[in-house]
């Protein structure tokens, strides 16, 4: 395989698509020896055959706001790649939402469900709606009729969305209301269901959560101690909320979180009811950072800026993509950082990958720390196959015990001669044989 050949290829033919050549470049040089190495995979022409989605749907999706006005936004289905499985991933609504995006994630997300050993393909939906701002009937009228045309294309054996940016509980809840009415059946099609109609246990909280277990692994390959580290976090989402949790809960201290406007630093950390606190303004879509340092004496509020300045242990992008960029990570390693551990989809850029590595700080890639969600996702869909709900330690458990296969996965493709780990290049690898070998096993389809 000739990356730079490769690149230029998929460039020619998708020039403004940044986000998801950035995503295949640093795939493909990660696995370029062990491709290289396995003649048959070249023959087969796997990677062509693999930066290509199998299929993308793109359809209008018109509703009435509250002022009885016609709105009309775009929506996508990206069915990335199926060889292991259902195409899985979720669904953002966010005004950001384009195509580029939607094949970045789904592109990462193939060889993230790869990861966790579960039967499940690669895919990634969105809308580039706004869901801010919105009242509660304009959300449940918007997700009625992006329905309307998603239903023909998804299904329990053929692509099961989940939530992502901008969608959660309540805009699973009006899409599967939706779907459960045109396809009159109740299965999993969806997961991120609430509890009372399909839902797991532990499955808001699962990426969160799952990205805390795996940083806890990196710190142990260095026999450091999660307990008394101090942390920031990006963006308090759905993501960060679990992240803040976990890391409380297994001892660490969360001393800054983000939000679009600054981020607050609280000293003596940010956990119990002031975490529940910020849950309660963000399910009332209020502003999150600054009514928080007014409320909670000793903390402060910093507009504009990113958490990244602030001196921490662990640091763990949990918004969006390349939001930490060169100069955050020189700000983190310059203060000391010892892990980064990247929640949000592919949150860091190349340049600051790059500084980590140089640094030798612990770094590990969205693909393998946040999968926890879409492998609770998984054992959602198992629980409805089963017709079973499984309590909270059962799937607390299997979590635990697939964010740790995953870690190991990463160590034995991504351990150099050095003793350091290269999380990147081993979550890629370890990712893409599984893959590859399927495809091969299927033939050229
Ligand atoms: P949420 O919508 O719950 O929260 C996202 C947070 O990030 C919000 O604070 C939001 O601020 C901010 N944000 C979103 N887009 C941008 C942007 N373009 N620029 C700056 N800030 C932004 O999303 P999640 O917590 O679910 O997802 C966060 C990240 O984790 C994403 O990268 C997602 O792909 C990834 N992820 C999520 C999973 C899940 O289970 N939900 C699973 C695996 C990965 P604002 O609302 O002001 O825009």
Redo the contacts with the bound molecule.
């Keep these: 395989m000739n990356v730079e050949k490769i690149m230029q290829d998929l460039t020619a033919k998708h020039s403004n698509e940044p986000e998801y050549l950035q995503a295949v470049h640093e795939v493909l040089e990660s696995i370029v020896d062990v491709y290289n190495a396995n003649p048959q995979f070249e023959k087969a022409k796997i990677v062509e055959r693999m930066v290509e989605p199998d299929r993308v749907f793109t359809f209008k999706v018109s509703w009435v706001d509250d002022n009885g006005d016609a709105q009309v936004n775009i929506g996508y289905r990206v069915q990335f790649n199926g060889a292991i499985g259902p195409y899985k991933g979720?669904i953002?609504f966010?005004p950001?939402v384009n195509l580029s995006i939607l094949k970045f994630?789904g592109f990462e997300q193939t060889f993230k469900n790869s990861l966790t050993s579960l039967p499940m393909g690669g895919g990634k939906g969105g809308s580039d709606f706004n869901p801010?701002g919105k009242s509660d009937g304009e959300i449940m009228r918007f997700c009625q009729a992006f329905m309307l045309e998603l239903w023909r294309y998804i299904g329990p054996e053929t692509d099961v969305p989940?939530?992502?940016?901008?969608v959660?509980a309540r805009e699973i809840g009006y899409m599967y209301g939706m779907y459960k009415k045109l396809a009159q059946e109740h299965t999993g099609v969806l997961t991120g269901k609430g509890l009372n109609w399909g839902g797991s246990l532990i499955r808001p909280e699962?990426?969160g959560f799952g990205g805390v277990y795996f940083v806890d692994h990196m710190l142990k390959t260095q026999n450091i101690d999660i307990k008394g580290k101090t942390v920031s976090c990006?963006?308090?989402?759905?993501?960060?909320w679990g992240a803040a949790l976990k890391a409380t809960e297994l001892g660490a201290k969360v001393v800054a979180i983000s939000?679009?406007d600054g981020y607050v630093y609280d000293e003596a950390g940010i956990s119990g009811e002031k975490i529940n606190y910020m849950l309660e303004l963000r399910n009332s879509n209020q502003d999150i950072v600054a009514p928080y340092a007014q409320k909670f004496p000793g903390s402060k509020f910093v507009a504009g800026k990113k958490p990244w300045e602030v001196k921490v242990d662990i640091a763990l992008p949990?918004?969006?993509?390349n939001?930490l960029n060169g100069d955050d990570a020189a700000a983190l390693i310059k203060n000391g950082v010892i892990c980064v551990g990247e929640?949000?989809?592919m949150?860091c850029t190349p340049e600051a990958i790059e500084a980590f590595q140089k640094a030798k700080v612990l770094f590990a890639p969205?693909k393998a720390v946040?999968a926890g969600?879409?492998a609770t996702s998984g054992l959602e869909m198992s629980q409805n196959s089963l017709k079973l709900n499984w309590t909270r330690e059962e799937v607390d458990v299997r979590l635990k015990q697939i964010m740790e296969n995953i870690h190991i996965a990463c160590v034995k493709y991504g351990k150099q001669a050095d003793g350091y780990i290269n999380y990147v290049k081993g979550a890629n690898i370890a990712g893409f044989l599984k893959v590859a070998s399927a495809m091969l096993d299927l033939g050229v389809v």
């Design positions: 979720g953002r966010h950001s994630l801010k989940a939530g992502d940016i901008g959660g699962a990426t990006s963006g308090f989402g759905n993501v960060a939000g679009p949990c918004a969006t993509q939001e929640i949000s989809n949150g969205g946040n969600g879409v």
